[in-house]
């Protein structure tokens, strides 16, 4: 039960409402204007998915598509400037990611093209390689694909089996597919329109094996028919993003030229001496990977972009759309009204605005880097884990978020004329796009370790052993129930004080750090001895330890979207709509905690009573923030033209009112039939009546 004590003092914001223009701004981040332009042109209709067509037309359009981005110039930005690029790699990334809002398949195709064939030659290769292909490139006269995923090896590119092999007479490499397995799979482009393929394998020279590096070969003849020792086969029909033609690409002793090896990380010369600027093969490995890293940034945030158009569909349908009428016998209800509606739907819009924050930091970042600005190995590093982190979150986010904002909105979000199905079909493969987000989180979960076990590295024994107590007597604080005990005695069994301390953002930034660090050291702690076993033994006890890993970097990758909202919400200077996002960022870092109660408890974080408290907490701010959802999701700025979902178009509004009008009519008409139970009702009454005048006499 409720108690009056319970009810936290808040700013009276009734009459209130959020600045909807001062909200966008802060959303749209560093490249708004040209978020705004992506925006403009992802309007267009010509540039729309087109519903129900079948695979071979969405193919044609997607392509035809390319062709009106380059001559709109809205693909050059990240390119040098002098090939009529801007050299403008943050502002690229965010108007590439908004294509999602026009189609899915469209943003993919442009970033197999742009973003991983022509970023490729950028950046694994060298000035000649520039000069030689990037016009082309850039202009869409040589379509390309990315020849890195194999069938037998998806992740661990480092393992492919294609084969580069030297041959010095002929100054050529010599390109093979050893086996089924090796062919390349899954690649956009290839199954059709691609000329050209940037091609991994492994660089054989003078008999030894370098590694994975990068190779320019053609593919297609300009009658689109495989060059001689190429063949492929179309990976037909998929679950979705059917505008791109997926296929695969196998290799016979195709020869090329010795300057066709994309080669800043590494070159053999004419006479098979092979040299690299990095020495170690392993960090070469990482570092030419790392330089295609913003595949991973532009799938984060357009997979933020698709969930705020689910949310801004399924809420702006739930504040129009009247089911039931429990508490009027003339009025239904608002779905919005409803509080499962809202803890269906606002805790994903948090968890959104959460997301979006976190991207313009991880965009921010990848600008840094790719301008050269902050461009060290640390910086670089810093950058993959932080990409590594958040797509998986925001990924999986899209396809939870497009499921619920589809169920939420009943038949109505089956249908096709809503987008609901057809975003999240297409956002599906997001999850395994440029690395399955279960490998990506155990990457950040190496990361964590190896900065923990950073921490010790130049620590004296004197220091290490008073860590080693203090960890050990918090262990025992912790799961003696000492913690909890005490703050049982603080909250003395009160609502308020047990809220008081959710709401604070001091301690839901402790709660949520907590986690990370105490997973990690657990993992750590069990794992230390694992370094002097035999390989085989120690990748055991690594595997017994995956799940607690992938769990730790979860929270981290969740922890950084909380700071992220955090920072965001101190930029803000109107005082109602910095207090409404701060009920939203409690709202997220409070579901996050909710969502692992069970490990707050048996870790002793949080007492009885502090959990008890928490889910009616949480419903507290639900009601709170329902009056500015409406404002929230306008600021995103999506227009009819961008959501194109006819629930979201005030044809529901105008249906309720409709029906409304309707029922006032017939209640006002003498002509109206009388409801049943009404009749029946009213013969209660009067034989109640009557019983009562045969008593009385």
Known sequence: MSHPEATIPVPDLAHGSINKELLAEAQLGKWGDIRKQARAMAAKPELHKAEGATMAEQRARV??????????????????????????????????????????????????????????????????????????????????????????????????????????????????????AAWKDYLGNAAIHGKAAVLFAQLITKGVNHGVHAFYIDIRDAEGNFLPGIGGEDDGLKGG???????????????????????????????????????????????????????????????????????????????????????????EEVLMDYQRHQRRLIPRLAQAMAAGFAH???????????????DTDEDRQDLETLAAALKPLSTWGALDILQECREACGGSGFLGENRM????????????????????????????????????????????????????????????????????VIDSGSEKRSANFLKEERSQRELLTLRVQDMIANVADDMRAAAKLPQAEAAAVFNEHQDDLIAAARSHAELLQWEAFTKAI????????????????????????????????????????????????????LTRLRPHLQDIVDSWGFTDDHLRAAIATGA??????????????????????????????????????????????
């Open 63 to 180: 392509f035809e598509q390319l062709g009106i981005l380059v001559e709109a110039q809205s693909v050059h930005r990240a390119f040098p400037k002098q090939f009529g690029g801007e050299d403008n790699h943050g502002g690229n990334i965010a108007a590439f990611e908004e294509l999602v809002i026009a189609d899915p398949s469209l943003q993919i195709k442009a970033g197999v093209q742009w973003g991983l064939f022509g970023s490729a030659v950028l950046h694994l290769g060298t000035q000649s390689h520039h000069e030689r292909w990037l016009p082309g490139i850039m202009s869409l006269e040589i379509p390309g694909a990315f020849a890195m995923t194999e069938t037998g090896h998806g992740s661990d590119v480092a393992s492919i089996a294609t084969t580069a092999t030297y041959d010095v007479d002929a100054q050529e490499f010599v390109i093979n597919t050893p086996h089924r």
């Open 570 to 621: 101190s930029t803000i200077d109107d005082e109602t709509t910095r207090q409404v996002m701060t009920w939203l960022r409690d709202v997220f870092g409070l579901t996050v905690i909710e969502k692992n109660l069970s490990w707050y408890l048996m870790n002793g974080h949080l007492s009885m009573q502090r959990a008890r408290t928490l889910t009616p907490y949480i419903n507290r701010l």
């Open 421 to 488: 199905t057809s975003l999240r079909a297409d956002l599906d493969i997001y999850v395994t796009f440029e690395g399955d987000n279960n490998v990506l989180l155990q990457l950040v979960a190496k990361r964590l370790l190896s900065d923990y076990a950073a921490e010790f590295r130049n620590l004296d024994a004197g220091v290490l052993a008073r860590f080693m107590v203090r960890r050990a007597e918090s262990l025992v604080i912790n799961r003696s129930g000492l913690r909890q005990l005490g703050q049982t």
């Open 360 to 374: 313009e930091v991880l965009l921010e970042k990848f600008d840094e880097v790719f301008s050269g600005a902050h």
């Open 652 to 697: 529901e509004a105008t249906r309720q009112d409709q029906a409304a009008e309707y029922a006032r009519k017939m209640r006002a008409s003498a002509d109206a039939p009388i409801e049943e139970k009404v009749l029946l009702n009213r013969r209660r009454a009067e034989r109640k009546a009557s019983e009562k005048g045969t008593v009385k006499a």
């Open 241 to 331: 993003l059917n505008g791109i033609d997926n296929g695969r690409l196998h290799f016979s002793n195709v020869r090329i030229p010795r300057d066709h090896l994309l080669n800043r990380y590494g070159s053999v010369d004419e006479d098979g001496t092979y040299s690299s600027p990095i020495e170690s093969p392993g960090r070469r490995f990482f570092t030419m990977l790392g330089t295609l890293v913003q595949g991973r940034v532009s799938l984060d945030g357009a997979a933020v972009t698709a969930s705020k158009m689910g949310l801004a569909i399924a809420i702006t349908y739930a504040n129009q759309r009247r089911q039931f009428n429990a508490s009027s016998d003339t009025h």
